[in-house]
């Protein structure tokens, strides 16, 4: 059996907005391989977690290390680069461009040259671009949005925004995929077809995925290991199945402090 | 039958610069017809002509900066300047008061590209800093900086008021000052000027379309739509921020090192506020980020003088009988065309000659 490791670890996180605190001295570690579902209510904080591993914000105090690194000491931009991607709660998406610009937009870590050689065309150009639309290509079947692929995103309806978006972020071939209420605003039908894209993410692709969700249901039954956030605190860490008996979370649930 | 022509069936011939047959065709007309030019226009046209292609290349890499990776740059012109100036030093003449080296356009041309894109880069991490009206203002003071450089290096520039000669047109040793016979074709200096200006034009405007079309392309767009996006797909804002203003104060360095060549002096005066709002101007008027907009808006602005001074004619009121002068009218219709494109077309003329396109293709099913 492999050793699992942990891809990201969260050491005593904090994080302050002038007077809001936002994360108070939240501590997880992320192991390499698992569906890690973080959940609460709104303004539970969820978003400023994904927000503080890509990057975006720093910890006040505390320290998130990502691969071993230390997040303090790295550009969102490095950090992506070390293979850890994202979708936003608020799609977003370039909505001027076409939905396969933007998946080759998430591929470009992967594209090799600089302008000088782009004012050329030259041949190394040609053959990373074509490595880019494969990868591009790759992804938009794996999403089933071949029909799409010429759109531009303001004429598309909001659940393939939502799948496109998740699409760029598949471009990059990440390592853990960061996803910030990927079923928001979709009706059952939709839900389900993102549940089973995640699955197959997890499983086929072997991407550690970290999945945020303000309701229960959908990641009670794909997550292998939950957290539950309230009012920036970490209530609980454990299997989805303990997290519903669990009383501080059904407390927080229903409302009750 | 005619094929449809959205439909790509390989990777090739939709990353095509012209997908399809009759753009092609159009491209190989136009250029027969830009070659034959100077045997069948006037030398007042033809100047318009020249300077409408550097004005172009110029526009092109504000529309690098400003129309596809989003930042605001209000010094666009200085960098004209320092490709000219740098031209000038290269390959202009020693007098008493300035210095010169004479050396040939092979030269000169290369190396005005770079050092307009050296400073450019120089630049480049206050984008990487502020963003939007900060930036502006920034590229604003730069405006005035390039200015009192520009008018108190005197053995470089000639100093405010005075000038400099611009350099001399000598190209792999032809000295092309005086014309060129080859054969028992004749080429004045203008249109040897002309020559060079049509084929810097079509290399660049390729280079300009080539970057649209690859990544470089994609991650100013991305840059310039959501920052923070790009950043979390691993785009590097400080470079490409970097690669921006370099790319694009090289098409302005080009440009600016041939440009005065025309009129054969440089002053300081020329490199105003109003000299790097006009390409702002050209930008908008053509197309926003799109390839050929620069391009349209170049002719545009260039040929307007001209135009009016026709119409003018045509009306008899050319000379006197009018209480606006041509240069009048031309600022006035110039400042009515930027707030008319502002408003009704941002995609300027480009956008214009896109949906005449359309009309015309659905023609007669047209609505
Ligand atoms: N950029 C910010 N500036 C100020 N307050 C913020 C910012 N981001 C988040 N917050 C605050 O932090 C708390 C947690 O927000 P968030 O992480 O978005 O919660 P969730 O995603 O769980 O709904 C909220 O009270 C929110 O108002
Ligand atoms: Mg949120």
């Not at chain 2, 900066?65 to 740098?86: K, P, R």
């Not at chain 2, 000038?88 to 190396?111: K, N, Q």
Request: glycine share 10%; proline share 3%.
């Amino acid at each position: 059996m492999a050793i699992l490791t942990e891809v990201i670890s969260f050491k005593d996180v904090s994080l302050n907005f002038g007077g809001v605190q936002a994360l108070k001295n939240v501590s997880f570690d992320i192991k390499e391989n698992s569906l890690f579902a973080i959940i609460g209510p709104n303004g539970a904080g969820k978003t400023s977690l994904l927000n503080c591993i890509n990057g975006i914000y720093k910890p006040t105090t505390g320290s998130i290390s990502i691969f071993e690194k230390d997040s303090k000491e790295l550009h969102p931009d490095e950090i992506a680069n070390l293979g850890i991607s994202r979708t936003f709660q608020n799609i977003e998406l370039f909505e001027n461009m076409t939905a396969l610009d933007n998946i080759l937009i998430g591929a470009h870590r992967h594209v090799n040259y600089g302008p000088i050689r782009s004012l050329f065309y030259s041949k190394k150009v040609r053959e990373e671009e074509k490595k880019a639309r494969q990868i591009s290509e790759n992804v938009i079947d794996f999403l089933e949005i071949e029909e799409y692929r010429y759109s531009f995103i303001l004429s598309l309806p909001y659940g393939i925004q939502k799948r496109i978006e998740l699409g760029r972020a598949l471009a990059m071939e990440p390592k853990v995929l960061l996803l910030d209420e990927p079923a928001a605003g979709m009706n059952n039908e939709e839900t389900e077809d993102i549940a089973r894209f995640i699955l197959d993410i997890h499983e086929e692709l072997g991407i550690t995925v970290i999945l945020i969700d303000h309701d229960m249901n959908m990641v009670m039954d794909i997550a292998t290991e939950v957290v539950v956030m309230d009012f920036g605190e970490k209530l609980f860490q454990g299997n989805p199945a303990d997290a519903a008996r669990d009383q501080k979370v059904i407390d927080a649930y229903l409302g009750v402090s | 039958m005619r094929k449809r022509p959205d439909l790509y069936t390989n990777y090739k011939s939709e990353s095509a610069i012209f997908s399809t047959l009759t753009q092609k065709v159009w491209f190989v007309l136009l250029l027969f017809i830009s070659l034959l030019l100077p045997f069948y226009l006037s030398n007042y046209w033809m100047l318009l002509v020249t300077t409408s292609l550097l004005i172009a290349i110029a526009s092109w890499g504000l529309n690098i900066v400003s129309g596809m990776a989003g930042q605001i740059n209000l010094a666009h012109g200085v960098f004209v300047g320092i490709g000219a100036y740098t031209s000038a030093v290269i390959g202009g003449v020693a007098t008493s008061s300035v210095i010169g080296f004479e050396l040939d356009m092979i030269f000169w041309l290369p190396i005005s590209g770079a050092v307009a894109a050296l400073i450019g880069v120089i630049i480049s991490p206050v984008s990487a800093r502020l963003k939007g009206l900060n930036l502006g203002l920034v590229t604003l003071a730069i405006v005035f900086i390039g200015s009192h450089f520009f008018s108190n290096l005197k053995f470089i520039t000639g100093g405010a008021g005075l000038g400099r000669k611009a350099a001399k047109l000598k190209f792999l040793g032809f000295d092309l000052d005086s014309g060129i016979s080859i054969g028992n074709l004749i080429l004045e200096k203008n249109d040897v000027i002309y020559y060079f200006s049509l084929i810097l034009c079509i290399l660049l405007g390729i280079g300009a379309k080539n970057l649209t079309r690859t990544k470089i392309g994609r991650a100013f767009s991305a840059i310039r739509d959501r920052d923070i996006a790009a950043e979390a797909l691993g785009i590097n804002l400080f470079k490409f921020k970097m690669y921006a203003f370099a790319l694009s104060s090289f098409y302005a360095g080009i440009a600016g090192s041939i440009i005065f060549i025309i009129s054969g002096g440089v002053e300081p005066g020329t490199f105003s506020l109003l000299y790097s709002i006009t390409f702002i101007a050209i930008v908008i008027i053509g197309g926003v980020g799109t390839v050929l907009g620069p391009l349209y808006g170049a002719f545009f602005f260039t040929m307007l003088p001209g135009i009016i001074q026709v119409i003018l004619h045509a009306l008899g009121v050319a000379d006197t009988g009018f209480f606006l002068n041509a240069g009048e009218i031309e600022r006035i219709v110039f400042g009515f065309f930027i707030i008319f494109f502002l408003v009704f077309e941002p995609r300027g003329i480009w956008g214009i000659w896109f949906r005449l396109r359309n009309y015309f293709k659905a023609w007669p099913f047209s609505y």
